[in-house]
């Protein structure tokens, strides 16, 4: 089997080269072909060469990944991002639909986000589809960090056939589903997602979103009563009456200063 080209961005040489020592260990399907200490420096490497995946770190003095990432069009490759801290950088990337890896790197980690990466690279019937769609994603997670330094306001949903963005003031409320999500929108749509209740609950943290219970999590703004009467309930805009669980009443007392 051909093997992904890749080239490993960072400002740190030991980070450089561990990525690579665990690449070369762990993902034999991958060939580092360049790695570079700079997003200028990377541009140049990547204007001189075909690569497949972008092992990209965000935290670079001068210029960000994500800078570096807006300053290319036409992205052909699959771009993984490491990063070692900023909370809401991880939280718009989860919202985004990309893959991300935490330093210190685990090595399942490493392989999972790698595997995505090959069956995308690999599947030449989807591959424009699919790579157009996360091209669009990373444009949005750009957008993101550059106009709400502390705010998500879109979901990349991930379907059967592609992604679906939706902006967040759209969604009514996520309900759990066994390890999916259905997320009922304001318009009444509704969309069965692969992802469980707690993922969308780390990314909308502070979000305008509160967890009313372990099968619910709702937006705030879409919210328009609570009754106590005989335990605890929430009425929504659209009329639909949700249960907030006995553990979660306090939390959202508090939430809402009652």
Do not use: W
């Amino acid at each position: 089997m051909k093997k992904l080209k890749a080239l490993i961005v960072d400002d740190e040489k030991l980070n450089r080269d561990i990525l690579e020592i665990l690449i070369s260990k762990h993902c034999p399907e991958v060939e580092v072909i360049a790695k570079s200490n700079s997003a200028d420096d990377a541009r140049l490497k990547i204007a001189s060469n075909t690569i497949d995946i972008l092992f990209l770190d965000i935290a670079m003095p001068n210029e960000t990944g994500f800078e570096l990432l807006e300053s290319i069009p036409n992205r052909q490759f699959s771009v993984i991002f490491i990063t070692a801290y900023n909370q809401f950088a991880i939280k718009a990337i989860k919202a985004n639909a990309l893959d991300y890896i935490l330093k210190p790197i685990d090595p399942e980690e490493l392989k999972m986000a790698v595997d995505k990466a090959v069956l995308i690279q690999g599947s030449k019937s989807i591959t424009s589809t699919i790579e157009n769609t996360l091209n669009d994603n990373i444009d949005n997670l750009i957008g993101e960090i550059n106009k709400n330094p502390n705010q998500i306001t879109s979901l990349s949903l991930p379907l059967k056939n592609g992604y679906k963005i939706v902006k967040i003031v759209e969604v009514n409320y996520f309900e759990a589903s066994s390890n999916y999500s259905i997320i009922h929108m304001v318009n009444r749509e509704e969309l069965i997602i692969s992802k469980s209740l707690k993922e969308f609950n780390e990314i909308l943290d502070d979000n305008g979103f509160i967890r009313i219970h372990k099968s619910y999590l709702v937006n705030r703004d879409q919210i328009s009563t609570y009754n106590r009467n005989d335990g605890m309930s929430i009425e929504l805009n659209n009329g639909i009456t949700l249960p907030v669980s006995r553990r979660r009443q306090s939390i959202f007392l508090d939430d809402f200063n009652l």
